[in-house]
Every structure is written in structure tokens, then in C-alpha cells.
């Protein structure tokens, strides 16, 4: 039963380029979060999807990024330009439903632009 | 700023040792609370929860306090392990999300054997 995976775990990007990252929730799971992690602080929400709605996209920045979660295949979550400050641990998770639920994490991507 | 924050960044403990984790929150109207264990290089893995109606929740070598007065939240570990060595994190449910968790900055335990 294989938990939730996420690729490539390890990114490079350089300014000006664009980065995506992959989700694919657990099995059975149709609810996926996004969270953001710099060096030394906690994870930092971002968005929460369900399959092909984005129900609440208030922790991401207003622009460059975007996130989305098809019918078919794993959640993309996609930075345009990249700038230095982009550089973190981008961390998703999913759950069963959406209420009180416990959120199984992935392992995390780690962005680093140079 | 930061709803939910801990007192102490870092934590030194022998193994056997019981360890004692503290996080306070500044949100009264959170009612759910979550402890997660940040291993190097891993996602944050689910240890133990508790809701607004409860004072206190054991698990395995595990309990959680909940002091709502002083709004404070406290992780311990019984006869700690080189294992448990981590970044422990508390999170709450806020802003009357069911969902949205914020997290603390995170305590770095550190087991000696």
C-alpha cells in the first residue's frame, strides 16, 4: 500500500525557469494539500485540491504559481520564473476526505534555484 | 505572525530518558491539534492528536496534554530512543478550517545513547 509519492524528490532550477512538482495522493485518496517549507520553519499551507476543483488556494502566492489536480494522473504544482526566494522543501500530503482528517505527508521536493 | 509557536528550539535527552516537547498557540477557537515527527530528509509523519474537549490523549510511548487555560500543548515521549530522534512540529486546524494546518517552527530532539 504505497503512501504518497512525489517526484523528483530532489529539483535544480535556475532563475527565470519553471519547476514541477508531482503528487500522487494514496490510494483511495481524492484530497490533496500542498505546504511549503523554508530552511528551519514549519510547513506553510498552501492549496488544497480535489480531483479537477481547487477548493482553496489562499496560502499561495498571487502570482507564478499555480496548482492543479486532473481527473487522470497526479497533482502538478508549477512555479513559473523561479527566483531564489522559490527555493524550499514543497511538501504535499492527501487524506481520505476533507474534514478532520488525518493528512498523510509525501516525502517532499526539494527545490533549490540557483 | 505565527499562531502556533514553541518555547524551546532545541532538545537534548539520554536514551531512556522521558522527553517533554512544549508548543503554544494563540488561537482560542482552535479545536483540533495535531503532533507530527520530522525526520531528516522525510515528510512529516503523524504521531498523535487531540481535540479542543480533551485534556489529554495517550498513544504508543506517547501522550499529549492540552492546557486550554494558558493555551499550551505538550508532547511527551516515554523511555525515548535513539529513533525518536526528530524535528517535532505541533499543528492546529485554524481559522475554523477542518483542513488548513499551521505549523510551529519545530523542536529538534536529540536522543544520546
Known amino acids: 500500500n504505497a503512501g504518497v509519492m512525489q517526484n523528483p524528490r530532489h529539483l535544480v532550477r535556475r532563475r527565470g525557469q519553471e519547476a514541477r512538482l508531482r503528487c500522487s495522493p494514496m490510494?483511495?485518496?481524492?484530497?490533496v494539500y500542498w505546504y511549503r517549507q523554508l530552511p528551519e520553519e514549519g510547513l506553510k499551507f498552501m492549496v488544497y485540491l480535489q480531483k479537477e476543483n481547487i477548493i482553496d488556494e489562499s496560502g499561495m502566492p498571487k502570482e507564478r504559481f499555480s496548482a492543479e489536480f486532473p481527473k487522470e494522473g497526479p497533482s502538478i504544482l508549477r512555479i513559473q520564473q523561479v527566483v531564489r526566494g522559490d527555493s524550499a522543501a514543497y511538501f504535499c500530503a492527501s487524506s481520505l476526505t476533507g474534514t478532520h482528517n488525518e493528512q498523510f505527508f509525501g516525502p517532499g521536493t526539494r527545490l533549490t534555484v540557483l | 505572525g505565527e499562531s502556533v509557536g514553541l518555547h524551546l528550539p532545541t532538545l537534548s535527552v539520554q536514551e531512556g530518558d522521558n522527553s517533554i516537547i512544549n508548543c503554544a498557540y494563540s488561537n482560542s477557537a482552535s479545536d483540533y491539534f495535531i503532533w507530527y515527527k520530522q525526520e531528516s530528509g522525510k515528510g512529516p509523519q503523524f504521531i498523535i492528536d487531540i481535540r479542543s474537549n480533551m485534556d489529554k490523549r495517550q498513544g504508543q510511548r506517547v501522550t499529549v496534554l492540552l492546557n486550554k487555560t494558558v493555551k499550551h500543548l505538550s508532547l511527551q515521549i516515554a523511555a525515548t530512543q535513539p529513533g525518536d530522534s526528530a524535528v517535532y512540529f505541533c499543528a492546529e486546524l485554524s481559522g475554523g478550517s477542518n483542513y488548513k494546518l499551521t505549523f510551529g517552527k519545530g523542536t529538534l530532539l536529540t536522543v544520546n545513547p
Open positions: 490510494k483511495g485518496h481524492s484530497h
